[in-house]
């Protein structure tokens, strides 16, 4: 378990990813931010997968907040979201609201 409560990933899992995923991930290398609601701070990432319901990130922060916004101007979209795993610095995260286009 990952300090969220959530399971860990596990690169070494013989159930592949795809078998217990929503929706099909589409590879990206999009720089985004994670933008925390308390107090609009900013914190660099890379998503290295996204998809309808979720995505891949990447960052240096090793601590960071289980619900946050991610804000990926390649993708036009700013999103609630929730952690449900990290492993060093990548994070799987859930998307808690529907994709919006930016305005």
């Known amino acids: 378990m990952s300090k969220h409560g959530a399971a860990t990933f596990n690169q070494n899992d013989q159930t592949s990813d795809s078998d217990r995923r929503i929706?099909?991930?589409?590879?990206?290398?999009?720089?985004?931010?994670?933008?925390?609601?308390?107090?609009?701070?900013?914190?660099?990432?890379?998503?290295?997968?996204?998809?309808?319901?979720?995505?891949?990130?990447?960052?240096?922060?090793?601590?960071l907040p289980r619900r946050f916004i991610l804000d990926n101007p390649n993708e036009g979209i700013r999103r609630a979201c929730r952690v449900v795993w990290s492993k060093d610095d990548l994070t799987g995260i859930e998307f808690l609201t529907t994709s919006r286009n930016k305005a």
Do not use: Y
Request: hydrophobic share 35%; net charge neutral; aromatic share 0%.
């Open 23 to 63: 929706a099909p991930r589409k590879p990206t290398e999009d720089l985004s931010s994670i933008v925390v609601d308390i107090d609009g701070r900013k914190i660099t990432c890379m998503v290295h997968n996204i998809s309808a319901t979720g995505a891949m990130i990447q960052t240096s922060i090793r601590d």
